[in-house]
């Protein structure tokens, strides 16, 4: 069992930064792939990017490589995602979410949070 929670988001200027957060609990977070997706309104949920249960091996989306980076920290049972050079389509709800492997498809991720809303305007 793995619980969730994303913080960190919020609304900031084209152009700006964001730092996300997502703590979990559970004893198996230091052998789970974790991952972030992201959903705009009206749209699918989309993958952004995912990182290996050590971290030696992160994944993004192709749109998003250079401008996000994700990390993890398993003494701290936490998992970030730095945003910069944020654009209006960055608008969405952000995820976090935990798997056995580090993959783009949301079906191979088995916990999720709840959610953090990120509002980029220009």
């Known amino acids: 069992q793995v619980q969730l929670v994303e913080s960190g988001g919020g609304s900031v200027q084209a152009g700006g930064s964001l730092n996300l957060s997502c703590a979990a609990s559970?004893?198996?977070?230091?052998?789970?792939?974790m991952a972030w997706f992201r959903q705009g309104t009206g749209k699918d949920r989309e993958f952004v990017a995912a990182?290996?249960?050590?971290?030696?091996?992160?994944y993004y989306a192709d749109s998003l490589k250079g401008r996000f980076s994700i990390s993890r920290d398993n003494v701290k049972k936490t998992v970030s995602l730095q945003m910069t050079a944020l654009k209006v389509e960055d608008t969405a709800v952000y995820y976090c979410?935990?798997?056995?492997?580090?993959?783009?498809?949301?079906?191979?991720?088995?916990?999720w949070g709840q959610g953090t809303q990120v509002t980029v305007s220009s």
């Open positions: 559970g004893r198996t977070f230091s052998s789970r792939a």
């Open positions: 990182i290996s249960w050590n971290g030696g091996n992160t």
């Open positions: 979410a935990a798997g056995w492997a580090a993959l783009r498809s949301r079906t191979r991720y088995d916990y």
